[in-house]
């Protein structure tokens, strides 16, 4: 199985800005498939035309290719091989491993007849130092692990067939991994999953975090990733988490889990969801939700005991699915009421969201709906449940999840 066969949309996107003067920007956790989208549309590309002498590809994972050389030595050698006269693309995966690394990319740009393409597992890689230096020339493409439908599409699964058991499946998919790799392995069983989630988590750890910003107290940074991946969708700040932990015996100051937090945001581990004031229209600075990038890496950090929180888990993947459609995202809150996502959609339209697992008794059914009917604007309203049976009430739509999931 080739991967990169479902990143469809991202590849599109991509192609789009071929040959646009705009740096285009590929970001995304380690191993979601951002290598293998440059790989496709390399071979996209070639079969339009260009001729492979005017592609070049730099994998600054391998360290033969950064160690003991400078940012200029790379430019330059890359300089040298550009064909004159021809459209040359260049491609540098991982380019934050090279110190100074936007100097190269800032002077590969303004080289003619180079459209230039990175990638990077670390927000930071657009920093404000590198965001300021490209203002205005660069695209990002911020790429996701499986959504369920590709997940489904990866095993041979139609989606189209009406008749499926689509709860087992989603089960699956969270129970193992929504990373491409990942999916290929599952033949061999839960354990290569297992084993193949640890080592992309341990490479994580060390690489992107704890060597880069210098975390010594590697305990404490570990706790507070396993608190924050046992309370996703839980509202959560650096004081609370401080708090909790010390009454377990665990004394981190609340700046220090800020830094923890920051970092693990950068490096798409969690993405975190700002609170937005349902009644002063405004977004609040303090106590937020986090959401895990791959759900079936809270069995890596949590255990599998976690699976009897399935409505968090399943709203864990929804919010990821409203990023991978592009929405921008927010937690509703006013006086008394809750709602799980205020959403702003690529054309700028507002739109809410509340998750549940079942509407298995009548308070459930009015706590959900009633959330929803607090809100007094006429903006779509919808609630998102694994439930056959739907039912409307007030112009909120009541959707299957399941079926959501597949549009």
Known sequence: MKTYTYRKEYLEKLLSYQDKDLIKVVSGLRRSGKSTLLELFREEI?????KKGQIQFINFELPEN????????????????????????????EVQNIPLFEKLVDGLFATENVDVYITGSNAFLLSSELATLLSGRYIEISILPFSFKEYL??????????YLNFEAFFFDYINETSLPKG??????????IYDYLEAIYQSIIEKDITQRYEIRDKRSFSNIVKFVASNIGNILSPSN??????????????????????????????????????????????????????PGLLNLLVGKERTTDRGHILENV???????????????????????????????????????????????IEREFSALEKITDNYPKYL?????????????????VFEWLLT
């Open 46 to 50: 070639v079969k339009k035309g260009v």
């Open 66 to 93: 950064y160690l003991d050389k400078t940012w200029d030595e790379i430019y330059f050698n890359i300089k040298k091989k550009l064909k004159p006269d021809s459209p040359n693309y260049v491609f540098l995966d």
């Open 153 to 162: 599409s990866a095993r041979e699964i139609e989606t189209e067939n009406k």
């Open 183 to 192: 999916v290929s392995l599952r033949a061999g069983g839960y354990d290569k």
């Open 241 to 294: 988490i401080s708090t909790t932990l010390s009454q377990d015996g665990q004394s981190i100051h609340h700046s220090t889990v800020e830094k923890y937090l920051q970092y693990l945001v950068a490096c798409f581990v969690f993405y975190k969801v700002n609170r937005f004031d349902l009644k002063g229209k405004k977004q609040l600075v303090t106590q937020e939700k986090y959401y895990l990038v791959d």
């Open 318 to 364: 929804v919010y990821l699915e409203l990023i991978r459609r592009g929405y921008k995202i927010w937690t509703g809150t006013a006086r008394n009421t809750e709602i799980d996502f205020v959403c702003k959609t690529p054309l700028g339209e507002i739109e809410y969201y509340q998750i549940a697992w079942q509407l298995t008794s009548e308070s459930t």
């Open 384 to 400: 998102l449940t694994t439930d056959s049976f739907k039912q409307d009430r007030s112009g909120i739509k009541h959707l299957n």
